[in-house]
């Protein structure tokens, strides 16, 4: 039983109690007048709550709009310019809205508003790359993941046409304006295996021309030899979404995953990717990924999904299930907090079993999931050698990381990102 208590003293149980519960917003809430961020559906769905800040600088995205968040036993309130978390009758802690910036409300030079083409995920800059997922076009009958929304935000939160001056728009005004450290690009399955030609271009101008670090998400090509080539151009994290380590419900769940690649296309993807880590250029770091989904399956298997990536040399990404409005799923229930809190302490204590760099990265708070590092305080187990070399490598990758920043800066000229941007959205 989870008490009081122990939300008010556990940032990262709190984060993951609003996840599976969700939190109803009192009529004394004004999130955008504000400056909080607008509830938008983008980023597959996952994107579809309020973005705020708990206490110890965790960057939370919680449930608003689904259908369990009626009964939820969390409402935000907001007193004296504050914003209050209460758990039924009784107080929890103050949060903080995550900040809109500016560009929120400005249109780039051809018109589109700018949160069309891409927005923060906490700190770092999503955009959904290309045109929707084919597993939605798929005749006669569609073949998306069950629990996925894409087929529902292109074209609405979410522009489906994204050219490369206006993603470098975007990038640029994210970076100067919110400080962005990392853009992460996310595209669906299409036909040939087109999904990393379309975001080469994409990769290679940002690296070249501002330095930041970049992520890709796509499905497993099938030449895995084409990762050797996204390392060799700086790429920074390729993850692979197999969703389900459970073979009969990744077939039942993700038709078209199944079909097309098979879980085990995702995970060679993902061991061949792991291998990678060492053979690239010195001065781009290189993590590998496996995307999973704790809710959709008995959390014993979630935790020999994990053990399994770790094992391999990736770093897992648990993401909690949400029953999103209009998906196939929508009217499953959310899993209860104590089911996952195995799962997410298991998250951290493999990582570190298995020496892998966690928390590194400078500036990238994730609203989504809860990233390994923070599920230290749901651990009683500790790694003083693992944490002081944690320490030491982040503190040498900020350094050089805003050393490559600042020379490129000085060699390429300055671009005003301000003076092409139109008016309000």
Request: net charge negative; with cysteine.
């Amino acid at each position: 039983m989870i008490s009081i208590h122990d939300l008010r003293s556990n940032s990262a149980l709190l984060k993951l109690d609003l996840f599976c519960k969700g939190v109803r917003l009192d009529e004394t809430c004004h999130v955008e007048e504000d400056g909080g961020r607008k509830i938008v559906r983008t980023r597959a769905g996952l994107g579809s709550g309020l973005e705020m800040i708990l206490p110890g600088g965790l960057w939370t995205n919680a449930p608003v709009v689904e259908h369990f968040v009626e009964r939820s036993p969390y409402s935000l309130h907001r007193r004296e310019g504050r914003y209050l978390l209460r758990h039924f009758d009784e107080d929890v802690t103050t949060v903080e809205l995550s900040p809109r910036p500016g560009w929120y409300d400005r249109r780039t030079t051809s018109g589109k508003p700018m949160t069309r083409i891409g927005t923060l995920q906490g700190t770092y800059l999503g955009i959904y790359q290309a045109k929707v997922c084919e597993y939605w076009t798929a005749k006669p009958i569609k073949v998306n993941c069950q629990f996925c929304s894409v087929g529902l935000n292109l074209g609405i939160d979410d522009a489906d046409d994204k050219s490369l001056d206006e993603v470098m728009e975007v990038v640029r005004a994210a970076r100067d304006e919110s400080g962005i450290t990392y853009v992460d690009f996310n595209t669906g399955h299409y036909e040939g295996d087109t999904y990393l030609d379309i975001l080469e271009p994409f990769i290679v101008r940002i690296k070249q021309e501002l330095g930041l670090l970049v992520g890709v998400q796509t499905p497993p090509h099938r030449d895995l030899k084409r990762y050797d080539h996204l390392r060799a151009i700086g790429v920074n994290r390729v993850s692979f979404c197999f969703e389900i380590y459970d073979r009969e419900l990744f077939r039942e769940i993700c038709p078209g995953k199944d079909a097309e690649y098979g879980l085990d296309h995702y995970l060679d993807a993902i061991r061949y990717c792991a291998a990678l880590r060492d053979k690239g250029p010195r001065d781009e770091p290189w993590v590998t990924n496996g995307e999973i989904i704790a809710g959709l399956e008995p959390a014993e298997s979630t935790i020999r999904a994990i053990d399994w990536i770790t094992e391999a040399g990736a770093v897992p990404t648990v993401c909690v299930f949400r029953p999103l409005v209009g998906t196939d799923l929508a009217k499953r229930e959310p899993p209860e907090t104590e089911e996952l809190v195995p799962v997410f302490r298991r998250l951290y204590e493999a990582c570190m079993e298995h020496r892998l760099p966690i928390g590194i990265a400078p500036n990238v708070h994730v609203s989504l999931v809860l990233l390994p590092e923070e599920c230290r305080a749901l651990s009683s187990r500790h790694y003083p050698l693992q944490d002081l070399k944690h320490a030491a490598l982040r503190t040498v990758f900020r350094r050089q990381f805003e050393r490559k920043l600042a020379k490129r800066a000085k060699s390429l000229p300055a671009r005003s990102v301000s003076s092409s941007t139109g008016g309000e959205s």
